[in-house]
């Protein structure tokens, strides 16, 4: 059996490792265009930055070592330009010497990846106009960093790629702007728990100018970049992170067929409309795990999955890909910011029946040094409980949490589920209730009909209705939703006389703990009109875009300016 496999990196590198593996006999050749086999793009920003020094590091694989270790037959530099399907050729350039030649093969891997997408800017063919996808493009940055004077810096895209980028810019002493064109930086975050990530990006330094975009680029070296609403901005340097698209030239003029988001369609093996072809990676269509749609997944961890699934189904194995929940994580300065599965929008958009729900617990135990608060976001189907997504955003333990619910998601559990999950415990790294147990206490709360919970955006739209605030005297001086009335928790029972009964009470606290406490006594007492608010005035905070105050400190608005 001779395979051969179109792109390294993730996909095509795991794949002939995995098929080297399985199959002693087999032929195998990689073709990569570039220069190097397999590197660590996910780390490219961080070199940028110095936290990882040695370039090295970077690169995973020679094709001396891959030789050496699994037999396979490295060509870099070397550029697929036809497919020739019916008759298992592909047609070869050299990129060096230019020579064209064919080869055949008996099966053919596809990972071409995706490729940078470069918004249609006038003056983007200026020097300071620069991506960062690949080894060679962060040389170039980093050349253009260290031989000229690069004092101010714009990000063009606020998802992953673009906020990694603008800290480690931040981190080499180079202002920063970060440009978005939505009303939010990274999106697989709902509005309100983004609305943490910016804050954390303006108190670091970062110069966020939302819902704008980049009009054009002027002059170079030193230049400035003109916005949509009419802002200029100094450049030295302008880096374009507006995100990819898969890469499917060759597929397309293959006859391949090519799903509805623009990725490869395969199946469960990872085979494509071909029976001698399989595809893998940030190029794929594949199913999402919780919604059913169809999903372009440009994440590493998917990559390596489906590149081990299309070598195990080569060699007779036949393993089968699930599908993708878009499990993800970034860093924030001294934040972490993970999610997985569906966000409210897409919930909305699929016409999933869903409830969402905030907490604010603490990372590990209170007493234990060191004890920080995370905002952790849930939702579940209704009325059975099956988790459908959640996000948590905290200085340290968010990574875990996220980890635990994806893991929860892909076996099909219920809050009800993670009441009983069974987690590690001791006081420097969690809590005997842990996070996740907290999320589906709560969820199993409102599932029996022992709360009925609302988020801040759902109270907008309720009639008739009067906020009750249950915290401290000291609390409800730092801040308050407006026209709160205020009874805190612990005279509640003395004072039950002065609430109306005809009004529709929105219960709140710091964190949604004493006002679900304060909402039990309520309701056992004859009120029938109550509603406990979700995250309490912490996420009234996330949702109006307002920093939450420590106890005996004024709240402020958070902001989208930087230091100067």
């Known amino acids: 059996m001779k395979v051969c496999i179109i792109g390294g990196v993730a996909g095509g590198a795991t794949a002939a490792a995995r098929l080297r593996r399985l199959d002693e006999t087999a032929g195998i050749i990689l073709f990569e265009r570039g220069d190097y086999i397999s590197f660590a793009n996910c780390g490219l920003p961080y070199h940028i930055s110095g936290r990882i020094k040695e370039r090295g590091s970077l690169l995973l694989q020679t094709p001396e070592r891959f030789w050496s270790r699994f037999r396979v037959k490295v060509r870099t530099g070397h550029e697929i330009l036809t497919i020739d399907a019916p008759q298992k050729l592909l047609k070869v350039q050299n990129r060096k010497t230019s020579e064209q030649y064919t080869e055949s093969y008996d099966y053919l891997i596809l990972s071409p990846g995706a490729y940078p997408l470069v918004p249609p800017i006038e003056g983007s063919d200026a020097a300071i106009f620069m991506n960062l996808y690949d080894i060679p493009s962060m040389d170039a940055m980093i050349a253009r960093i260290e031989n000229h004077p690069v004092k101010e810096a714009v990000v063009i895209g606020g998802g992953f790629i673009g906020v990694e980028i603008a800290e480690n810019l931040v981190a080499r002493g180079i202002k920063t702007h970060l440009v978005e064109m939505l009303d939010q930086v990274m999106t697989p975050f709902d509005p309100e728990m983004a609305a943490i990530i910016q804050a954390r990006l303006a108190a670091g330094g970062i110069c966020l100018h939302l819902s704008d975009g980049v009009k054009k680029i002027v002059g170079d070296a030193p230049g400035k970049v003109v916005l949509n609403s009419g802002t200029e901005l100094g450049a030295d340097l302008v880096v374009s992170a507006v995100g990819v698209r898969p890469e499917t030239r060759l597929a397309r003029e293959a006859g391949l067929k090519i799903g509805a988001t623009g990725g490869i369609a395969v ?255 309520l309701k056992q007492s004859g009120f029938k009109q109550l509603s406990n608010l979700s995250g309490g005035y912490l996420s009234y905070c996330h949702y109006t875009n307002r920093t939450p105050p420590a106890a005996g400190q004024n709240e402020t608005g958070s902001g989208a300016g930087c230091r100067s």
């Open 267 to 521: 199946d469960a093996g990872m085979k494509t409309s071909d029976p001698f072809i399989f595809a893998v990676g940030d190029a794929v269509e594949t199913t999402h795990l919780v919604g059913g749609m169809q999903v372009l997944a440009p994440l590493a961890g998917p990559a390596n999955k489906q590149a081990r699934i299309a070598a195990d189904n080569l060699c007779g194995i036949g393993s089968r890909y699930p599908g993708s929940l878009g499990t993800s994580i970034v860093k924030v300065f001294d934040l972490q910011a993970a999610a997985t599965g569906l966000n409210e929008k897409t919930a909305r958009k699929n016409n999933l029946p869903y409830q969402a729900l905030h907490l604010h617990p603490l990372n590990h135990a209170g007493y234990y040094p060191g004890a920080a608060m995370m905002a952790l976001k849930l939702l579940f189907g209704i009325p059975e409980g099956r988790i459908l997504g959640a996000q948590c955003i905290g200085a340290d333990g968010a990574d875990k949490r996220i980890d635990v619910i994806a893991t929860a998601i892909r076996a099909g559990m219920t809050v009800y589920d993670l009441e009983q999950l069974e987690l590690s415990y001791a006081p420097p790294f969690g809590s005997a209730k842990d996070p996740v147990n907290m999320a589906g206490f709560t969820g199993g709360n409102i599932l029996r009909g022992l709360v009925e919970s609302v988020t801040y955006d759902q109270t907008e739209a309720m009639e008739n209705s009067l906020f009750l605030d249950v915290r401290t005297n000291e609390e409800f001086r730092a801040g308050s939703i407006p026209q709160s009335i205020h009874i805190p928790l612990d005279e509640l029972r003395e004072r039950i006389h002065e609430l109306p009964q005809d009004r529709h009470l929105i219960i709140a606290c710091r964190t949604g703990v004493r006002s679900y406490a304060a909402y039990r006594i």
